[in-house]
């Protein structure tokens, strides 16, 4: 299995109510970022968390990590027909340049929000 | 708010033709990557980019990619000889940097769509 692996792969709920998604991972790693991503378009940046940090809340989400899990995981609370769309883990490690590093991405869970 | 821009959105370009990726990161930004996603695939990462050289690179990135700062502001993606497979979403990206990874949040922008035909 690869790093970063999200589930559910897809995830339909309804209005109002919260999406808890979460992110399994395999290596060390440095930092853990969630983003969103609408049919087509980029990569919106939601939220980063440090290896070192256990939960982190921004509006509406909240992330926690467990490191000693190698898992995350993404709440959205009172979820709005808007916040339809995939959603990405990707984890970075320290790279051998001792440079930021590259992310690497799971294949993402759809979120639908019916109205 | 400050982004990182992409031009163009769309590119169709011939097989074997020569493509260029345009990115504009955020100002205060000093590393810059590119990543590409395959139609219904994972974001790969493809190459990072920090005083002007090049830090990692994946295996994708082979001697038919290439990148440059040609100047203050613009970050750019060279395919020297598009191949059909290269069909993808292109995203550039940057971070602030920092030490231990601290400032790796990775902006990313709209993507350029690239189809070879």
């Known amino acids: 299995s690869q790093q970063g692996e999200e589930d559910p792969q897809a995830l339909s709920i309804q209005e109002g109510e919260n999406a808890t998604m979460n992110c399994s991972y395999k290596t060390s790693i440095n930092n853990l970022q969630w983003y969103r991503q609408n049919s087509g378009r980029g990569l919106v940046h939601l939220i980063l968390i440090r290896s070192n940090e256990r939960e982190k809340h921004s509006g509406r989400l909240r992330v926690t990590l467990d490191t000693s899990k190698k898992s995350s995981s993404l709440l959205i609370t009172a979820s709005r027909a808007a916040d339809t769309a995939s959603y990405f883990c990707?984890?970075?490690?320290?790279?051998?340049?001792?440079?930021?590093?590259?992310?690497?991405f799971g294949k993402g869970i759809t979120l639908s929000v019916r109205p | 708010e400050p982004e990182v821009t992409q031009t163009p959105s769309h590119q169709v370009t011939q097989m074997g033709q020569e493509v260029i990726l345009r990115c504009v990161p955020i100002?205060?930004?000093?590393?810059f990557y590119w990543y590409r996603q395959i139609l219904g695939q994972k974001v790969e990462f493809l190459v990072s980019f920090y005083n002007n050289e090049i830090s990692e690179k994946s295996e994708i990135f082979d001697d038919q990619f290439s990148v440059e700062r040609p100047d203050g502001s613009n970050f750019t993606l060279k395919i020297r000889s598009t191949k059909l497979e290269d069909s993808a979403m292109y995203f550039c990206a940057s971070s602030e940097g920092g030490a231990s990874g601290i400032y790796n949040e990775q902006f990313f922008g709209p993507g350029t769509r690239l189809t070879v035909l």
């Open positions: 100002s205060n930004h000093l590393y």
């Open positions: 990707a984890t970075d490690a320290w790279g051998y340049t001792g440079a930021n590093s590259k992310l690497t």
